[in-house]
């Protein structure tokens, strides 16, 4: 490009934006987010902290709400008319899969043999796997604390094979079932290092 | 260079080679229970149909169409479902009670999604983390809906 071309151009571009329709001065769009806070499904009600580097907001109750515009701290809650909450999210909620649905299998007194109640689950186990689109299956084993954490790792899979075995023998397909262990991390009842508690002692079935 | 140093090379060499492979063994986050419309796992840059059964990875990126709808349970029992026109991103997933690891991180990118809690965040509810442009929610075991407009 010539000098000259280029002053013509220059100029060129002065001009029309010189003339152009003026600019009215609207904020530019920004990220805005917005988070309602819902009950639980049984019925219990959790909580939410919505935070960024400018603050934090506590959700605490049904349907409160905060909106949080980029580089602003979260607004301060308001609270949801629940027709406007089905209005709005109704049919996100109804695209949640089932709930997951939880087995507990207890063992008698120091044996991996099975109590007649945890048994007795096992038609529910099936037919509850019977109903799911896509099925999965978690047989997770637990101990009490007493003991080692290493040791009861093991045992817990100990544990769990059981109940696999049990399972297979009723009918479900092995290739949805994965075994599993959480020993003494995650205990039913939280109790101190080195406590006996029958509660803890268990595998939990979960159908997903 | 001795017979036996060589060899340890090599091994070294051998091993360099394999782990970046053994990494990329990603274990399944989730699996995608609910699917309509236009939607899509975006894995590695590559977009994949997400079909009902489809394995959500943890760095999957999850995408619904104008018509699209998609509902997720991840192996902790979390629950996730997207309106059309939304998408989200689980950037970390780590489950292993056993050993006390556990993380959930998911990015809400744009649109609405819905996000029940699952077991990580009751057994560690520091541990989650829901990320959207403007804003990082913290959970004490709930149910929320989460609506990210961009420009």
Do not use: W
Request: glycine share 8%; net charge positive; aromatic share 4%.
């Amino acid at each position: 490009m010539t000098v000259k071309a280029f002053v013509i151009a220059a100029l060129a571009i002065l001009f029309a934006s010189a003339c152009g329709p003026r600019r009215v001065d609207t904020p530019a769009p920004v990220s805005r987010s917005l988070v309602v806070l819902l009950p639980d499904e049984g019925g219990g009600q959790g909580r939410a902290t919505v935070s960024n580097q400018s603050g934090s907001v506590d959700l605490a109750a049904e349907h409160d709400a905060t909106e949080v515009a980029m580089n602003q701290k979260p607004a301060p809650p308001r609270t949801f008319a629940k027709g406007d909450v089905n209005l709005l999210f109704g049919e996100v909620l109804t695209s949640l899969p089932a709930a997951p649905q939880r087995f507990v299998l207890y063992f008698q007194f120091d044996s991996d043999e099975l109590t007649e109640e945890g048994r007795n689950l096992v038609p529910e186990i099936l037919r509850t796997v019977g109903g799911r689109v896509v099925p999965e299956v978690d047989v997770v084993g637990h101990t009490d604390t007493t003991g080692t954490p290493q040791g009861n790792v093991q045992l817990g899979l100990k544990r769990a094979a059981v109940v696999r075995e049990l399972l297979l023998r009723a009918g479900l397909d092995s290739s949805l079932i994965d075994v599993r262990s959480h020993g003494e991390a995650d205990p039913l009842v939280r109790t101190a290092d080195n406590v006996y508690e029958p509660r803890n002692r268990r595998v939990e079935v979960a159908v997903r | 260079m001795t017979h036996a140093l060589r060899t340890t090379c090599l091994l070294m060499l051998l091993v360099g080679l394999a782990s970046p492979a053994a990494a990329q063994q990603t274990p399944a986050a989730g699996r995608i229970k609910l699917a309509s419309g236009t939607v899509s796992i975006v894995r590695a840059g590559n977009q994949l149909p997400a079909k009902v059964g489809e394995v959500v990875l943890e760095a999957d990126a999850l995408r619904t169409g104008a018509d699209g709808r998609l509902g997720v349970t991840l192996k902790d029992e979390t629950r996730i479902s997207l309106a059309p026109n939304s998408e989200i991103r689980v950037d970390r997933f780590l489950y292993a009670p056993s050993e006390g690891r556990l993380a959930f991180t998911m990015r809400i990118l744009r649109g609405l999604a819905a996000y029940v809690s699952g077991r990580i965040a009751r057994l560690a509810p520091d541990a989650v983390r829901l990320e959207t442009p403007t804003a990082i929610v913290g959970v004490r075991g709930t149910r929320l809906v989460i609506r990210v407009d961009v420009p």
